[in-house]
């Protein structure tokens, strides 16, 4: 779905470059640093771990746009293995067909309390899952620019071992964020299986 830099716009290029070139930057300052606060705690620093580690943020700096892009394939390719999410559309088809059926019938739904009923949850049901839909998807992009733009800063923190664990945590956020299309697939699958939107197909009769 995002599979490169150049996909998210010119300008999360942009912001990702500036701060990989700050990276760099910075590297050598976080590499005195490591070395000052071994002296500081009254130990030898470990000059072997801190080149590992510059050298080790590095390669996951480099390799960032290529292992991102890997983790979106694979993700992909399983959610599109499990369904083609033609059970959200249908639905979501389905739904707002039944809205707008209602739309010109005011008056004959105002005698018939079982149309009207149906007819608000219908438009209600519609809203919903046209908001939650777009939402979803816009929180998904979201979090995914946010994680690709900060992506060299929180690479950097992988130069001292306290916050190490911010490096790990982008690579499981990524996996995290990539797993909803999974998700979606997923309820996808399980909306066509149990033919949810079939009650949108109902006509009168709805209250016994």
């Known amino acids: 779905m995002i599979p490169n830099m150049d996909v998210l716009g010119s300008l999360v290029r942009d912001l ?3 701060l990989s070139n700050l990276f760099y930057v910075a590297l050598p300052v976080a ?10 705690k009254g130990e030898s ?7 590992r580690r510059a050298l080790v943020a590095s390669v996951l700096l480099i390799s960032f746009p290529e292992v991102s892009g890997w983790i979106l394939d694979i993700c992909d390719g399983l959610a ?7 059970g959200l559309d249908a ?32 438009f209600a049901s519609y809203v919903i899952l ?11 992009y979201f979090f995914w620019v946010m994680l690709s733009v900060l992506s060299p800063i929180l690479i950097l923190c992988y130069m001292f071992p ?8 982008l690579y499981r956020g990524l996996i995290e964020v990539a797993s909803w299309k ?21 006509e009168g009769s709805y209250i016994t």
């Open 16 to 18: 990702h470059q500036m």
């Open 80 to 86: 599109n293995k499990i369904d083609s999410m033609s």
């Open 45 to 51: 620093p470990s000059y072997v771990d801190i080149l």
């Open 162 to 169: 306290s916050t190490a664990g911010i490096t790990k945590g």
């Open 130 to 140: 046209y908001v939650a839909r777009y939402l979803t998807i816009a929180l998904y």
């Open 31 to 40: 590499i005195a640093l490591s070395v000052c606060i071994g002296f500081l």
């Open 91 to 122: 639905v979501m088809k389905m739904a707002q067909e039944k809205a707008s059926s209602y739309a010109g019938a005011q008056n004959v739904l105002l005698l018939k309390f079982n149309d009207l009923f149906i007819a608000v949850l219908s």
């Open 182 to 202: 999974i998700i979606w697939a997923i309820q996808s699958a399980m909306l066509a299986s149990l033919s949810v939107g079939n009650i949108y197909k109902t």
